[in-house]
T-cell receptor
Framework: ETGVTQTPRHLVMGMTNKKSLKCEQH?????MYWYKQSAKKPLELMFV???????ENNSVPSRFSPECPNSSHLFLHLHTLQPEDSALYLC?????????????FGSGTQLSVL | GNSVTQMEGPVTLSEEAFLTINCTYT??????LFWYVQYPGEGLQLLLK?????DKGSNKGFEATYRKETTSFHLEKGSVQVSDSAVYFC??????????????FGKGTKLTVNP
């Protein structure tokens, strides 16, 4: 149990499908993040939520839609994706405001878009 | 903007060899610096960090020193083990005190240690 759980671990979808990625953190943190990890590229921060409010959207296409219903759960809704969106999607959480923040990551969802 | 450059992998070593993974950064202000490690099939974990110049972060035999004059944060280990095989990411945060919201990561360096 890493403290941050992501489901599903693997997902294959067509370009016309709609699917959702789920993340749950059991650490009592107040901030949650979505990152995209592509081969041979740096990790890309997609979205940040502090206290359930979105505080960062790094120019992510609208085919990615985040949802944070409470401080423990984070979703990433996917629709009409492109093959170049195939990547490992990592969720992370942290406790912001206590001076020693660090990110705790889930194991990721490996997404393949056909 | 802020950026991190780390050496291209993959790196392959024999057990007990000395490891260095180079990392340099570009940043305004005084960032905190981090090394994260990703073992196969897992998410990233914080390995060590340093929050100001000349600080040395250390953990599990790994060390890195924050060098402001050379804008570097190279990762070293004196004697690697097979269990150290993983992908290593250098990262910086431009928030004072090690805030995590604005972490910028390098591309990662894959390390394989052979018995």
């Amino acid at each position: 149990e890493t403290g941050v759980t992501q489901t599903p671990r693997h997902l294959v979808m067509g370009m016309t499908n709609k699917k959702s990625l789920k993340c749950e953190q059991h650490l009592g943190h107040n901030a949650m993040y979505w990152y995209k990890q592509s081969a041979k590229k740096p990790l890309e921060l997609m979205f940040v939520y502090n206290f359930k409010e979105q505080t960062e959207n790094n120019s992510v296409p609208s085919r990615f839609s985040p949802e944070c219903p409470n401080s423990s759960h984070l979703f990433l809704h996917l629709h009409t994706l492109q093959p170049e969106d195939s990547a490992l999607y990592l969720c992370a959480s942290s406790q912001v405001g206590q001076g020693d923040e660090k990110l705790f990551f889930g194991s990721g969802t490996q997404l393949s878009v056909l | 903007g802020n950026s991190v450059t780390q050496m291209e992998g993959p790196v392959t070593l024999s057990e007990e060899a000395f490891l260095t993974i180079n990392c340099t950064y570009t940043a305004t202000g005084y960032p905190s610096l981090f090394w994260y490690v990703q073992y196969p099939g897992e998410g990233l974990q914080l390995l060590l960090k340093a929050t100001k110049a000349d600080d040395k972060g250390s953990n599990k035999g790994f060390e890195a020193t924050y060098r402001k004059e050379t804008t570097s944060f190279h990762l070293e280990k004196g004697s690697v083990q097979v269990s150290d095989s993983a992908v290593y990411f250098c990262a910086l945060s431009d928030q004072g005190g090690g805030g995590s919201e604005k972490l910028v990561f390098g591309k990662g360096t894959k390390l394989t240690v052979n018995p």
